[in-house]
């Protein structure tokens, strides 16, 4: 008889009931809400200013952020900040972070081999970026690659077609914009596909910077208000929204409503 899988709760039953940024980390330590904390070495929390005013999200921690026990401070981080620095989007405002905090390998030889997080694996991890997106509340989310981008919009979004387009009045907050993952452009075939591809991100990220400087500050106010559209469907608004950009509004609410009561900010 084949062994029972066994089932884990999700990030969800290790949410502290004070959502801050120390607190979030300090539970997120200890989470055990799906079978990744066993491989990995520790969780990987998301690092950067209470007050960020953007939010890259990556798929999962690699190799040396296993490690480190920190976010992008590998070869794919090194190469999102010295685009960030390129087209002047300040480091100060920025907060990074993944949609799965533990590192999912496999060996070969001596080596760790990243190996792409399954549905499950990302749908049990979200309760952790969700949190931090009510914390930090960004003017603009940025989801680097198909895994932050879907666990984000849904399994129907496809980076490929929808990079660098602004998304606005979403669950998540005022705007969203998907583009490739950083280490995609690392394993460009040869110098002249690297250079187009680190191009077409440089353009990303400058309509992540022209979406910052438009909003300026509007992630602070306006989450709430675009939650509440989400919340309260046949909003004309919603209606609108989701008409263009099919599934945009098939994620439920940043933050369960359940829970909201119970949680503070700060
Ligand atoms: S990957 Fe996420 S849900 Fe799974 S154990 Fe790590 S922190 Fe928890």
């Known amino acids: 008889m084949a062994a029972a899988r066994q089932e884990y709760p999700t990030a969800e039953a290790f949410m502290p009931v004070k959502i801050t940024l120390p607190q979030l980390r300090e539970a997120a330590a200890g989470c055990k809400g799906c079978d ?25 921690p690699g190799d040396q952020e296993d490690l ?43 080596r760790r081999i990243h ?21 930090i509340r960004p003017d603009v989310i940025v ?19 929808q990079r660098g387009k602004a ?25 002249a596909a690297r250079h187009e591809a680190i191009a077409a991100f440089e353009r990303d990220l400058r309509a992540v910077k022209k979406e910052m400087d438009s909003l300026k500050g509007a992630g602070k106010r306006a989450p709430q208000a675009a939650r509440r559209i989400a919340e309260h ?12 950009q099919p599934g945009l509004f098939g994620e439920p609410s940043a933050i369960p409503t359940r829970r909201r009561g119970r949680r503070s900010r700060h």
């Open 167 to 191: 998304l606005r009045k979403t669950t998540w907050g005022p705007c969203v914009i998907a583009t490739v993952h950083p280490s995609s452009l690392l394993r460009a075939p040869d110098e």
């Open 68 to 110: 480190a026990g920190k976010p992008f401070v590998g070869p794919s981080g090194a190469m999102l900040d010295s685009i960030l620095e390129k087209v002047g989007i300040d480091r100060s405002e920025v907060y990074v972070t993944n949609a799965v905090k533990h590192f999912k390998w496999e060996p070969r030889g001596k």
């Open 143 to 161: 989801a680097l690659g198909a895994t932050a981008a879907q666990s984000m919009l849904g399994p129907s979004f496809k980076v490929t077609r």
């Open 115 to 135: 190996s792409k997080p399954s549905a499950r694996q990302v749908a049990a991890c979200k309760p952790w970026l969700k949190a931090e997106v009510e914390v």
């Open 233 to 244: 469907p046949g909003a004309s608004a919603r209606d609108a929204a989701a008409k263009a």
């Open 36 to 60: 990744l904390y066993k491989i990995g070495t520790q969780t990987v929390f998301g690092e950067g200013p209470r007050d960020a005013r953007v939010m890259f999200v990556g798929e999962q």
